[in-house]
T-cell receptor, first 116, second 113 residues
Framework: DGGITQSPKYLFRKEGQNVTLSCEQN?????MYWYRQDPGQGLRLIYYSQIVNDFQKGDIAEGYSVSREKKESFPLTVTSAQKNPTAFYLCASSSSDRESGANVLTFGAGSRLTVL | QKEVEQDPGPLSVPEGAIVSLNCTYS??????FMWYRQYSRKGPELLMY????GNKEDGRFTAQVDKSSKYISLFIRDSQPSDSATYLCAMRGRGSTLGRLYFGRGTQLTVWP
């Protein structure tokens, strides 16, 4: 089955540590995204990538980093510079047809990060 | 003003009720409108998608878009306990940055038996 796999599902981190969240897709989608979800705040865009070896900052990129070395993979690193990292992180992907209204996002199951 | 406004609820209704979920938006360039359903501790899944104004029906679900009022709605008929979830509206403009969706905060719905 095609889809998006995020791991780990739950992650605990001590303050000052960097952690990396994995996102893999087998949908052959060109574009991938990372969102952060906090209670009552909806989804906020962290980073997105439209093509391999290229990515752009979203609305809340500070304290995060990404890489896009392969089409299938878009890992997110939460660095120690992120002041309030406890949240639910969602990875998504979409096809590359910019003009198509059917260009909707497919989401993974999410990773819940808790800073101790 | 946020691009998309959505009442977070919570909304609690009895089984069989008609549910109305709404979003307003400020950007007149938005042309694609979506509703996502998110169960607790899961990723959102696409429920309905509409282009421009008008209605779209899929089983018990109806999506409406009124671009003149910058207002979209999702109606759920004969609601079931399995409909209990958070519903997120999302939208984008034509030709906007690929996949750059603008989300509402989500409305938490509980349907009790």
């Amino acid at each position: 089955d095609g889809g998006i796999t995020q791991s780990p599902k739950y992650l605990f981190r001590k303050e000052g540590q960097n952690v990396t969240l994995s996102c893999e897709q087998n949908l052959n989608h060109d574009a991938m995204y990372w969102y952060r979800q906090d209670p009552g705040q909806g989804l906020r865009l962290i980073y997105y990538s439209q093509i391999v070896n290229d990515f752009q900052k979203g609305d809340i990129a500070e304290g995060y980093s990404v890489s896009r070395e392969k089409k299938e993979s878009f890992p997110l690193t939460v660095t120690s510079a992120q002041k309030n990292p406890t949240a639910f992180y969602l990875c998504a992907s979409s096809s590359s047809d910019r003009e198509s209204g059917a260009n909707v996002l497919t989401f993974g199951a999410g990773s819940r990060l808790t800073v101790l | 003003q946020k691009e998309v406004e959505q009442d977070p609820g919570p909304l609690s209704v009895p089984e069989g009720a008609i549910v109305s979920l709404n979003c307003t938006y400020s950007n007149s360039a938005f042309q694609y409108f979506m509703w996502y359903r998110q169960y607790s501790r899961k990723g959102p899944e696409l429920l309905m998608y509409t282009y421009s104004s008008g209605n779209k029906e899929d089983g018990r679900f109806t999506a409406q878009v009124d671009k003149s009022s910058k207002y979209i709605s999702l109606f759920i008929r004969d609601s079931q306990p399995s409909d209990s979830a958070t519903y997120l509206c999302a939208m984008r403009g034509r030709g906007s940055t690929l996949g750059r969706l603008y989300f509402g905060r989500g409305t938490q719905l509980t349907v009790w038996p």
